[in-house]
């Protein structure tokens, strides 16, 4: 099983990145997907989920910026995001579950890209 995050780098204020998690070695379309950041010194923290119907949860804080997708023709999750500030800056991770419905608890979800990094900067 492999879930390999890309797409992140450094970005000024107010700019947009799209992050991808490509998967391979199980069946994408039958697990949920999400997204998670941990910003240095803080604890992981849920971003976005989005179940095997599609459904979306995306957490408060940055509901009116980030967009979660995937694209099951291609094992891929991605995560849409603008209007990036220095607070988004984190490590993302994208993780899969094979459970029903969305979840924002690292525990249900199963397996777990490395990550990859977005710096918000001037």
């Known amino acids: 099983v492999q879930l390999i995050e890309s797409g992140g780098g450094l970005v000024q204020p107010g700019g947009s990145l799209r992050l991808s998690c490509a998967t391979s070695?199980?069946?994408?379309?039958?697990?949920?997907m999400g997204w998670f950041r941990q910003a240095p010194g803080k604890e992981r923290r849920f971003v976005a989920a989005i179940s095997v119907s599609d459904r979306v949860l995306v957490a408060n804080s940055v509901e009116d910026r980030f967009t979660i997708s995937r694209d099951n023709t291609k094992s891929t999750a991605y995560l849409q995001m603008s209007g990036l500030t220095p607070e988004d800056t984190a490590v993302y991770y994208c993780?899969?579950?094979?459970?029903?419905?969305?979840?924002?608890?690292?525990?249900?979800?199963?397996?777990w890209g490395q990550g990859t990094q977005v710096t918000v900067s001037s």
């Open positions: 070695g199980f069946r994408f379309s039958s697990y949920g």
């Open positions: 993780a899969a579950t094979d459970r029903a419905g969305l979840y924002v608890d690292g525990p249900s979800y199963d397996y």
